[in-house]
């Protein structure tokens, strides 16, 4: 967390109007993104992980409303113009969603797209350049220089979302969000897709921030991870280290509830993620917590630091002298039913 | 011949396929149906041979396009098949018609992935999982539903069911709706269940209670059962025995334990490989097949896994379009004048799409054969360890043309290995 940081979030706050009252999905997220550097965001569906990324690129729904600040260079997007903030989105701050065929025009060929993404940024490229650049980021993607007149239809999933990141790519932004960007893809093309994120690392100078469910993915090609619970950034620190050590039962039950190839029993995290309306009071997974102490139903936990670079919010790493004397008993946890799940 | 691991003596075979065939035609354009032009057709299972033993759990494990859907869905009587048979207890569900099969459903349940599309957002949840009693009319007055329905929402753990019983699909969650779907499906007593990705659209966090509540209700009703993913992970977790399915086709079958220990096909052993870990101390693996999963309505010759396959050899079955990949894998590494340099050499690249053993490139105006036939010797000499070179017999050049020959390619049948079943020539004594 240095000042070599290229988007710097404090406090960010979103959150949407609903006929039950304001739903906030994000509730108070500190982050930075570093150049060159992938941060995977993970947590349940609902804990406000999609809201977060495209906060992050000032990007906010109808009838939803933001607060903190999100400093690009120094610039707080949120006090931009809706104009000011368009001219950075795609040279500074791309964005990859899910689905890559609702993202092409089904009627523009390939080269149409990268033709009409850098005239409008760049209004005095030559056909030549436009050329040139976008062929040479296809390539990076893998995808053959003879199919850059084809049409979208004509491409199969993998080369689609292949596509969508040269596209997110070839004005070399500052920062990409990827959201979910191999979650309708196959087993095989995925783990070509996040070879493919991994050495982004190495030949770009993009910082990526990437958003999945998938633990195994943070794990293989994030440098850090940011663990998402009801709104809140339970944790960040180093993926491996996270993964290897986690700090807050939310991330070692998670892990646990992971059913990958080396699973020998099933665990899983009883209750579902809270409704945002009416959060829990005090820290937000204390009903679902093994490890709840008295102080996690009664104050908000603080954010220390275990080890340098590694955040944890959590009251079993203290500070000590708050959890305050008896704060430490177990909590007597009221009883979740079987079905009460996501 | 495809062969298959014979029953263990004792345990009765529920189901039954063999050489099981489900095409699909393709409609083609409006022109071409008036002219009666063949659009060709898609063999979404393309001969497929299995049995599933009492109380068995069977994966069919695949990517997209491989045709486990389809193979799960005639296993229940939804799609006809163009050939082969489908035997549930001695009984082909092929020639049956709608009316016979339907005393049959009470014995065969399924369970489909998307729990939401499967309930009617209009019935409250008594009503859906009492639905198939009336249907079949298999309880006498009210009182009797009542008591079934909520001994099968004690029995998927929808506790207290008073608070789930009048609830409707849109106001449960993900993880109580395909609980809800296990109930209607367990209610008539089957015998077997076809879950098709029963919880690939759960959150992670439940996606381990559910698997947990399938276990439960296999041990508690003695099911058999059918289990449809992509998801290895939970194939693995979940079956007593694994078919891996690459377009169509079963690749491997086997026991759950041998497969993952030691799995037999490349394509098995690039599927393990890919699987997402959570594991820190793993590093990536490199060696992933090259593309996708090709398209269906025409199928790589010999072995379809082939032009991805790190191990292919000669007789897998080489042809043009393999050295067209080849060629635009090269220009993806090229600079832009060398690319271009080299694609001006062919007259047409789409010529290089054709079957057969023998390909015949033409060079474009003012070029020459030889000069195609130097590129490819350039490309060899560049990388001679591509599988692809395994499969050329010579390249030369007459009548004006760079003219490529091929090893024959065979297709490869499901063969026995050590516990089970293998189609891969890399274990067929024939080659070795």
Same mark, same amino acid.
């Given at each position: 967390?240095?000042?070599?940081?290229?988007?710097?979030?404090?406090?960010?706050?979103?959150?949407?109007?609903?006929?039950?009252?304001?739903?906030?999905?994000?509730?108070?997220?500190?982050?930075?993104?570093?150049?060159?550097?992938?941060?995977?965001?993970?947590?349940?569906?609902?804990?406000?992980?999609?809201?977060?990324?495209?906060?992050?690129?000032?990007?906010?729904?109808?009838?939803?409303?933001?607060?903190?600040?999100?400093?690009?260079?120094?610039?707080?997007?949120?006090?931009?113009?809706?104009?000011?903030?368009?001219?950075?989105?795609?040279?500074?701050?791309?964005?990859?969603?899910?689905?890559?065929?609702?993202?092409?025009?089904?009627?523009?060929?390939?080269?149409?797209?990268?033709?009409?993404?850098?005239?409008?940024?760049?209004?005095?490229?030559?056909?030549?350049?436009?050329? =040139?650049?976008?062929?040479?980021?296809?390539?990076?993607?893998?995808?053959?220089?003879?199919?850059?007149?084809?049409?979208?239809?004509?491409?199969?999933?993998?080369?689609?979302?292949?596509?969508? /990141?040269?596209?997110?790519?070839?004005?070399?932004?500052?920062?990409?969000?990827?959201?979910?960007?191999?979650?309708?893809?196959?087993?095989?093309?995925?783990?070509? /897709?996040?070879?493919?994120?991994?050495?982004?690392?190495?030949?770009?100078?993009?910082?990526?921030?990437?958003?999945?469910?998938?633990?195994?993915?943070?794990?293989?090609?994030?440098?850090?991870?940011?663990?998402?619970?009801?709104?809140?950034?339970?944790?960040?620190?180093?993926?491996?280290?996270?993964?290897?050590?986690?700090? =807050?039962?939310?991330?070692?039950?998670?892990?646990?509830?992971?059913?990958?190839?080396?699973?020998?029993?099933?665990?899983?995290?009883?209750?579902?993620?809270?409704?945002?309306?009416?959060?829990?009071?005090?820290?937000?997974?204390?009903?679902?917590?093994?490890?709840?102490?008295?102080?996690?139903?009664?104050?908000?936990?603080?954010?220390?630091?275990?080890?340098?670079?590694?955040?944890?919010?959590?009251?079993?790493?203290?500070?000590?002298?708050?959890?305050?004397?008896?704060?430490?008993?177990?909590?007597?946890?009221?009883? /979740?039913?079987?079905?009460?799940?996501? | 011949?495809?062969?298959?691991?014979?029953?263990?003596?004792?345990?009765?075979?529920?189901?039954?396929?063999?050489?099981?065939?489900?095409?699909?035609?393709?409609?083609?354009?409006?022109?071409?149906?008036?002219?009666?032009r063949d659009a060709g057709s898609v063999q979404a299972v393309d001969g497929v041979t299995l049995s599933l033993r009492h109380g068995e759990v069977l994966g069919l494990v695949g990517e997209s396009g491989s045709g486990k859907t389809t193979l799960g869905r005639a296993l229940l009587g939804l799609v006809r098949p163009t050939a082969g048979s489908v035997c549930y207890r001695g009984t082909d569900l092929a020639g049956l018609r709608q009316a016979q099969l339907r005393p049959l459903r009470q014995r065969i349940q399924m369970v489909f992935q998307d729990p939401g599309a499967a309930l009617n957002p209009a019935m409250d949840?008594?009503?859906?999982? *009492?639905?198939?009693?009336?249907?079949?009319?298999?309880?006498?007055?009210?009182?009797?539903?009542?008591?079934?329905?909520?001994?099968?929402?004690?029995?998927?753990?929808?506790?207290?069911?008073?608070?789930?019983?009048?609830?409707?699909?849109?106001?449960?969650?993900? *993880?109580?709706?395909?609980?809800?779907?296990?109930?209607?499906?367990?209610?008539?007593?089957?015998?077997?269940?076809?879950?098709?990705?029963?919880?690939?659209?759960?959150?992670?966090?439940?996606?381990?209670?559910?698997?947990?509540?399938?276990?439960?209700?296999?041990?508690?009703?003695?099911?058999?059962?059918?289990?449809?993913?992509?998801?290895?992970a939970t194939a693995k977790f979940f079956c007593d025995r694994v078919a891996i399915m690459y377009l169509g086709r079963i690749v491997e079958i086997g026991p759950t334990e041998r497969i993952f220990a030691d799995p037999a096909h490349p394509y098995t052993r690039a599927l393990l490989a890919a699987v997402p870990e959570p594991d820190p101390t793993r590093t990536l693996t490199r060696q992933l097949p090259r593309g996708e999963v090709p398209d269906g309505v025409d199928p790589p010759g010999g072995c379809s896994f082939h032009p991805r396959c790190p191990h292919a050899f000669a007789p897998c079955g080489w042809e043009g379009?393999?050295?067209?990949?080849?060629?635009?894998?090269?220009?993806?590494?090229?600079?832009?004048?060398?690319?271009?340099?080299?694609?001006?050499?062919?007259?047409?690249?789409?010529?290089?799409?054709?079957?057969?053993?023998?390909?015949?490139?033409?060079?474009?105006?003012?070029?020459?054969?030889?000069?195609?036939?130097?590129?490819?010797?350039?490309?060899?000499? *560049?990388?001679?360890?591509?599988?692809?070179?395994? *499969?050329?017999?010579?390249?030369?050049?007459?009548?004006?043309?760079?003219?490529?020959?091929?090893?024959?390619?065979?297709?490869?049948?499901?063969?026995?290995?050590?516990?089970?079943?293998?189609?891969?020539?890399?274990?067929?004594?024939?080659?070795?």
């Open positions: 967390m240095t000042d070599e940081a290229v988007l710097r979030v404090r406090d960010l706050r979103v959150w949407y109007g609903t006929e039950r009252g304001p739903v906030r999905a994000v509730d108070g997220v500190d982050l930075a993104l570093v150049p060159g550097e992938t941060l995977g965001v993970v947590g349940e569906s609902g804990c406000g992980k999609s809201t977060l990324g495209r906060g992050l690129l000032g990007l906010l729904p109808e009838g939803a409303k933001a607060g903190g600040e999100v400093r690009f260079r120094g610039t707080d997007l949120f006090e931009l113009s809706g104009r000011a903030l368009r001219e950075l989105r795609g040279p500074e701050l791309g964005m990859i969603f899910q689905d890559p065929l609702t993202r092409l025009n089904p009627l523009w060929r390939v080269s149409e797209h990268f033709e009409e993404l850098l005239r409008t940024h760049c209004p005095d490229i030559s056909a030549e350049q436009i050329r =040139h650049r976008s062929l040479a980021t296809l390539r990076r993607m893998g995808i053959p220089p003879t199919r850059y007149r084809n049409y979208p239809h004509e491409f199969s999933g993998g080369m689609r979302q292949r596509i969508m /990141i040269a596209l997110g790519l070839v004005l070399n932004p500052a920062v990409l969000v990827a959201d979910e960007p191999t979650t309708s893809l196959d087993v095989l093309v995925e783990a070509q /897709i996040i070879r493919l994120l991994a050495d982004l690392r190495r030949n770009f100078d993009t910082a990526l921030l990437l958003i999945t469910h998938n633990l195994g993915i943070v794990a293989e090609a994030c440098d850090r991870v940011a663990v998402m619970y009801a709104g809140h950034v339970v944790e960040t620190g180093d993926a491996r280290e996270v993964f290897a050590a986690p700090a =807050h039962p939310y991330t070692r039950e998670l892990l646990r509830s992971t059913i990958s190839l080396s699973t020998t029993g099933l665990h899983y995290i009883p209750g579902a993620p809270p409704d945002l309306v009416d959060p829990p009071p005090a820290c937000r997974f204390h009903p679902r917590c093994p490890d709840a102490m008295q102080v996690c139903a009664t104050r908000d936990p603080v954010t220390v630091s275990p080890r340098p670079g590694h955040r944890v919010a959590c009251w079993l790493h203290g500070p000590a002298e708050q959890v305050g004397a008896g704060g430490d008993a177990p909590l007597v946890r009221e009883e /979740i039913d079987v079905a009460d799940e996501a | 011949m495809p062969t298959r691991p014979e029953p263990a003596a004792g345990a009765a075979t529920v189901l039954d396929v063999a050489d099981l065939r489900v095409h699909f035609e393709l409609r083609g354009s409006f022109l071409g149906r008036l002219l009666g949840i008594e009503t859906a999982v *009492g639905h198939p009693l009336r249907i079949h009319g298999l309880v006498r007055d009210r009182d009797e539903l009542r008591d079934r329905v909520h001994d099968a929402l004690r029995r998927v753990g929808l506790v207290p069911v008073e608070r789930f019983a009048s609830k409707y699909p849109a106001e449960l969650s993900g *993880g109580q709706q395909q609980r809800a779907v296990l109930a209607r499906a367990i209610i008539l007593g089957p015998e077997l269940l076809v879950a098709d990705e029963p919880v690939s659209m759960l959150d992670m966090s439940v996606r381990a209670k559910i698997l947990e509540l399938m276990l439960d209700l296999r041990r508690d009703l003695d099911l058999s059962c059918v289990y449809i993913t992509h998801d290895l379009r393999d050295v067209r990949a080849l060629l635009e894998q090269r220009w993806t590494a090229l600079d832009e004048a060398d690319y271009a340099a080299e694609q001006a050499l062919f007259a047409d690249l789409a010529e290089l799409d054709v079957r057969g053993s023998r390909l015949r490139i033409r060079p474009a105006a003012s070029r020459s054969a030889e000069s195609i036939r130097a590129l490819l010797e350039q490309v060899r000499v *560049g990388d001679p360890d591509e599988p692809l070179w395994r *499969g050329v017999r010579q390249v030369s050049v007459a009548d004006g043309a760079c003219v490529v020959d091929f090893v024959e390619g065979v297709d490869p049948n499901l063969g026995p290995v050590d516990e089970g079943a293998v189609a891969c020539h890399l274990y067929d004594p024939a080659y070795r």
